[in-house]
Every structure is written in structure tokens, then in C-alpha cells.
């Protein structure tokens, strides 16, 4: 059975402390894959509701200090529940305060994986980096040999998406080719991309190289296929969730 088809029956929880310009399209995007979203970053539940949660996603996208505080609370709480952590750094070189907050969680919290894209992985790895914003920006470093190291650094897997997806644990690293342009010509493809990432290691924590890597392929196919019946940007993104829901979907398999 693939593991879309296991998500799909085990209707994972995942907890999302997320940012305001995507959360309501992250949390459509798991309800399309089959999983269950709560979006909870208020420090006084965080701890509770990482610990019932299948999994966690720390996201950065829209950060105050109290957002980086109910990371570390519910990180820790997620991992002492032996649940997967994964931490997207969103924009982590943009400033000085996100470099120091992604380097502060990845200090105080035994994450699981980094979904990052090429700029945030340089500025994890102080490696120099033509960075714009929260966009991956340019580079000439070698991205899988700083995920590498990265991921040894940390004791973590590293997925970076791009044009070619790689995720490694230090030792081992997997390529995914394919996707397409319009993935990244709507806001929060990447963010939703950690939460199903997240969602397909919760369900397969005993191989968690190769989760994250079936997680990267599916969607990238999901955007090959939906930019396949898509004019622009508007309906590539109804088009996107119609295509993350219905994907390998196995019609002798129903949700419970």
C-alpha cells in the first residue's frame, strides 16, 4: 500500500504553528490529502496539543517571539511523545531575528526534518548565498553537500525543494525530479509541502528517509497534473487541492 493510501486511512493530526498568509490554504491542503489540520500557537496549549498530535510543523513564515516560544514548547512536547518535528525556516537569511530564531529551535529541539529551500539552507549553514526575501534567491554552492552537513549538524533529514528535490539524512540522499513552474507562482505551496511531509512521516516513523522522499514525489506529481488543466495562477490552486485529494486515490479505500 503507498503511503498516501495508509494517510488516508489513518487520518494522521497534524499541528501546524504557521503563518498568516497560508495557514487557511495549508489547512485545505491536509484536509485534501486525507489528514486532519489544528493550527494552535497560543504558548498556553501548545505543549497539549503537540502531545496528541500525530506530528508538528514549525513554520516561520510570519514570526514574533512569542510564535518561536510556542515552537520550542511544542517541538519539545511532540518529540517527548516520540512524534516528528519538522521545521520549515521560511526566509531563515532574511534577517537577523530568523536566523537566530531557526537557529534557536534547531538548538532546543531534536527536530525530525528541515524542508527548507536552497537560500534557507545556506543561511542554516552560514554559507553565502544571494537571498531574496523568503524566495530561494541564487547560489553556486554544491546544495546537496550542505544538506549533508546540515542534516550530521543537526541529526536530522534535510528535504530541499527546488527544481530537483533532494532529502538526505547525512549519509544517504534521494533526488526527485519533476513538478512544475506553477507551483511557485501561488503563495504557500511550500509551507503546505512541510505539513505533507510531516503528515506522511507520521504515518511511517520507521522510515523516515523514504516517507519524506514519497511525500516530495507525490507532490510534485500533483503538480504536474494540476498544471496540466490549469490557465494560470487562480485555478492552478483550486485545481491543486481537487488533485492532492484524488491522486492515487485507491476507490476500494474510504476515509473513516
Known sequence: MKLIQLLRNEQPLVHCITNFVVANFQANGLLAIGASPVMADALE??????????????N?????????????????????????VVLDPVGAGATPFRKASVLKVLTEVDVTLIRCNAGELAAIADVPW??????????????????KKVALDYKCLVAVSGQTDIVTDGHRSIS?????????????????????????LAVASERPLEAAAEALSF???????????????????????????????????FLV
Open 176 to 200: 526527485i525530479g519533476g513538478g512544475h513552474p506553477s507551483m511557485t507562482e501561488i503563495t504557500g505551496t511550500g509551507c503546505l509541502l512541510s505539513s505533507v511531509v510531516g503528515a506522511f
Open 130 to 147: 544571494n537571498a531574496k526575501g523568503v524566495d530561494a534567491g541564487e547560489g553556486s554552492a554544491d546544495i546537496e553537500e550542505i544538506a
Open 219 to 253: 507532490y510534485k506529481r500533483a503538480g504536474e497534473a494540476s498544471a496540466n488543466i490549469s490557465k494560470g495562477p487562480g485555478d492552478f490552486a483550486v485545481n491543486f487541492l481537487n488533485t492532492l485529494h484524488t491522486l492515487d486515490r485507491d476507490n476500494n479505500t
Open 45 to 58: 496549549e501548545a505543549e497539549d496539543i503537540a502531545k496528541i498530535a500525530s506530528c508538528s510543523i514549525l
Open 60 to 84: 516561520i513564515g510570519t514570526l514574533k517571539q512569542q510564535t518561536v516560544d510556542a515552537m520550542i514548547l511544542a517541538g519539545n512536547s511532540a518529540r517527548a511523545a516520540g512524534k516528528p
